[in-house]
């Protein structure tokens, strides 16, 4: 009796677990971005690389992860942030930190560097004053050249980086979802990882999107499309999906029931976004 009421009892938890792994999928657990005091912890550093697209010397942060080995190879996931942030914002408001940390506690993600750097270029590159104008929207556009040229450079040039385009991945929100759209699709060889959370009107449409659909399809090992249903930019996304769904670009699709434009359903899909990447 009393082992056919351990078998009941490990059979009702074991599937109470299978429906708590399907809900899973979307929203991610308790606590996933608490920092915990038992885990080991990556270092965040700012650094600074030489811009000649801008002209100066620009901010980024660099993310390096618990046990970093200077030694060793590792991929490199660039994230980027929205219309009002900078090179800050994620760390200051979505503890990307925190969540890998717990994640990497797990055995959950890839080690990988994360850049994250400040995607508006030009001299002033603070959210100040109107963020929304034609010349710092078209910065986060100028942000390409920066990134392949300047940036991307620096980063390999100063850290051990695994080679070839499948160690290489952009993700972002926002403004950096469409950016990472734009140049995640625009450059396919440089990059096979692409997460855009809540992509802005920045997002390229057609075939601006998607000029080289072949070097694409060979290349894209992930492109991780998504957004909050509640968000007042969700056309944006369903839009994208709806041309690379005709376009046969396979990409994983999640929309975020009662999910707005901010950090909780951004930290939510980073979650996500970094189980996946460089698998
Ligand atoms: C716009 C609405 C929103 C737009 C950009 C945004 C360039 C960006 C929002 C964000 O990054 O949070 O029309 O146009």
Known sequence: M???KTTALILSLAISNLAFAQSDQLIAPDGFDKSNSSNPKGVVKELVYPSKTVGVDRKANIYLPPN????????????????????????????????????????????????LPNG???????????????????????????????LIPFIERNYKVKPGVENRAVAGLSMGGGQSMNFGLGNP????????????????????????????????????????DKDNLMNVTTGAHEFLTEKGIPHTYRILPDHYHDFKYWKNELYFFAQLVFK
């Open 2 to 4: 009393e082992a056919l």
């Open 68 to 115: 970093y080995d200077p030694n060793q190879a590792y991929p490199v996931l660039y994230l980027l942030h929205g219309i009002g942030g900078d090179e800050r914002e994620w760390l200051d408001q979505g503890t990307p930190d925190v969540i890998l940390d717990n994640l990497y506690a797990e055995a959950k993600v890839q080690p990988m560097i994360v850049v």
């Open 120 to 150: 508006r270029a030009m001299k002033n590159d603070r959210a100040e004053g109107d963020i929304f104008g034609a010349e710092p929207v078209k910065a986060f556009a100028t942000f390409e050249e920066d990134l392949l040229k300047n």
């Open 189 to 228: 060889e440089h990059f096979a990882w692409v997460g855009s959370f809540s992509p802005a009107p920045n997002t390229k449409r057609g075939e601006a999107l998607l000029p080289r659909p072949y070097v694409t399809k060979s290349n894209l090992k992930l492109l991780f499309l998504s957004c909050g």
